[in-house]
C-alpha cells in the first residue's frame, strides 16, 4: 500500500517545492538548488533524458550549474535509488526517474523512448532460483504508433 501512494506521488505532473524537498530527504539526499531543479526536471520530463539534455535545459534557470555539477547530482540520485539508468543500444546514457519495474519502447524513426507496464510474473524462470537478481532491463525496439501511421500516410499520399 505505502509503495503504491509513493508510485502516485512520484507520477504526478507537478510539485511544490516542500513535496521535492521531502522526497529528497526520503532518500537520505540533502536538498539543494540543483537537486532540487534537476529532480523537478526529471519527474515533470519524463523523457528518459541524458545528463546532457538536463543540462541544456537548465542552465538558462541556472546560470553557475556545470555539467559536473549534474553528472555528481545525477550519480547521487542513482546511488540512493531516486532514478535508474537506461542504455539503449545507445553510447549515451539515459536516466529515468521510474523506478518501478517498467519495460523500455524506442522507436528507430523518432528515437522516442516510452514505457510500458511488465508483470513481475516474468520473473518465474526456475533456472534463476539461487540467483540475486539486482536490477532487470526489458527494452523493445521499433516503430512507435505516430510514426507508423505517418509511414502509413505517406504510403497512402503516393
Same mark, same amino acid.
Given at each position: 500500500?505505502?509503495q503504491?501512494?509513493? =508510485?502516485?506521488?512520484?507520477m =504526478?505532473m507537478?510539485?511544490?517545492?516542500?513535496?521535492?524537498? *521531502? @522526497?529528497?530527504?526520503?532518500h537520505?539526499? $540533502?536538498?539543494?538548488? #540543483? $537537486?532540487?531543479?534537476?529532480?523537478?526536471y526529471?519527474?515533470?520530463? $519524463? #523523457? &528518459?533524458? !541524458? %545528463?546532457? *539534455?538536463?543540462?541544456? /535545459?537548465?542552465?538558462? *534557470?541556472?546560470?553557475?550549474?556545470?555539467k559536473?555539477?549534474v553528472y555528481?547530482?545525477?550519480?547521487l540520485?542513482?546511488?540512493?535509488?531516486?532514478v535508474? !539508468?537506461? /542504455?539503449?543500444?545507445e553510447?549515451?546514457? $539515459?536516466?529515468?526517474?521510474? !523506478?518501478?519495474? &517498467?519495460? &523500455?519502447?524506442?522507436?528507430?524513426?523518432?528515437g522516442?523512448? @516510452?514505457?510500458?507496464?511488465v508483470?513481475?510474473?516474468?520473473?518465474?524462470?526456475?533456472?534463476?532460483?539461487?540467483?540475486?537478481?539486482? /536490477?532487470? *532491463?526489458?527494452? %523493445? @525496439?521499433?516503430?512507435c504508433?505516430?510514426?507508423?501511421?505517418?509511414?502509413?500516410?505517406?504510403?497512402?499520399?503516393?
Open positions: 500500500m505505502q503504491n501512494n509513493l =508510485k502516485k506521488e512520484v =504526478k507537478t510539485y511544490k517545492v516542500e513535496e521535492l524537498k *521531502d @522526497y529528497l530527504k526520503k537520505g539526499i $540533502r536538498p539543494s538548488t #540543483i $537537486r532540487l531543479k534537476i529532480l523537478q526529471l519527474l515533470e520530463n $519524463r #523523457i &528518459h533524458p !541524458t %545528463a546532457e *539534455d538536463i543540462y541544456k /535545459s537548465l542552465v538558462n *534557470d541556472i546560470p553557475t550549474l556545470s559536473t555539477s555528481n547530482t545525477l550519480d540520485f542513482l546511488e540512493k535509488g531516486v535508474n !539508468t537506461l /542504455s539503449l543500444k553510447k549515451e546514457l $539515459r536516466y529515468d526517474i521510474n !523506478t518501478y519495474l &517498467h519495460g &523500455h519502447f524506442k522507436c528507430e524513426v523518432c522516442k523512448v @516510452y514505457d510500458f507496464p508483470t513481475d510474473k516474468i520473473l518465474e524462470v526456475n533456472e534463476l532460483e539461487g540467483f540475486t537478481i539486482k /536490477s532487470i *532491463d526489458i527494452n %523493445a @525496439y521499433g516503430i504508433k505516430k510514426c507508423n501511421e505517418k509511414i502509413k500516410n505517406n504510403k497512402e499520399e503516393e
